[in-house]
């Protein structure tokens, strides 16, 4: 079974302070991940994703995550926080070759950004 | 990149009535498409599978009478709200995955607001 688990329901910063949102899964094959950003009555934007391809992947606006097997985490960072960053971001999860399977979504991280 | 567009936006009805709202993929074939749910800063919780040209596949838990969906071909799946009460006040989002299927990019409608008054 697949799982995602987001550790921190919410995260603040100050602007211009490096960002860290931690995500854990738990997948029985190897697994596609994607990060996801929502503003406020929005619908979802993908900011990155890792697909078997290089470790660190590389997203809009300045985000990047890691893909680590051996700790089975994708976090998110990035390393100087904007006040329009703020929004709820969503780790989500699928296993390879899952045909139609839906996404695996966490319970997302609220980030909050202060001038 | 690929565009689904969801409509409407917003959308306010009374109780007892029935709302339909509309999901596109505009520039790529879906056979698959996903409704969720999404409750006050809270995760989406899946609805349902929608596929087209066949019976969408409801999650357990979610009345398929009371949320109908139609998935009547590649670019358009629709899910209606029928009967409305208060309590399916909500934001519905749908997503996409073109017909490649498999572990692609999962494009997000805007979500649509329902207010059940």
């Known amino acids: 079974a697949q799982s995602v688990t987001q550790l921190d329901s919410h995260v603040s910063v100050s602007e211009g302070t490096p960002v860290l949102l931690r995500c854990n899964y738990s997948s029985s094959y190897s697994p596609s991940l994607f990060w996801y950003v929502q503003h406020p009555n929005k619908g979802l934007q993908l900011l990155l994703k890792?697909?078997?391809?290089?470790?660190l992947v590389k997203g809009i606006n300045g985000f990047e995550a890691e893909f680590k097997k051996s700790e089975t985490s994708f976090h998110l960072t990035k390393p100087s926080a904007h006040m329009s960053d703020a929004a709820e971001y969503f780790c989500v999860v699928i296993p390879a070759y899952s045909g139609n399977t839906p996404l695996v979504f966490g319970k997302g991280t609220r980030l909050s950004v202060i001038a | 990149g690929a565009v689904v567009s969801q409509h409407p936006s917003r959308v306010i009805c009374k109780s007892g009535t029935s709302v339909k709202i509309e999901c596109r993929s505009l520039d790529f074939q879906a056979t698959t498409m996903f409704w969720y749910r999404q409750f006050p800063k809270q995760s989406l919780m899946l609805m349902a599978t929608s596929n087209e040209g066949s019976k969408a596949t409801y999650e357990q838990g979610v009345e398929k009478d009371k949320f109908l969906i139609n998935h009547a071909s590649l670019t358009l799946s629709t899910l209606t709200v029928t009967s409305a009460h208060p309590e399916d006040s909500s934001f519905y989002i749908c997503?996409?995955?073109?017909?490649?299927?498999?572990?692609?990019?999962?494009?997000f409608g805007e979500g649509s607001r329902l207010t059940v008054l």
């Open positions: 890792y697909t078997s391809a290089a470790t």
């Open positions: 997503s996409a995955r073109s017909t490649g299927g498999g572990t692609g990019e999962l494009f």
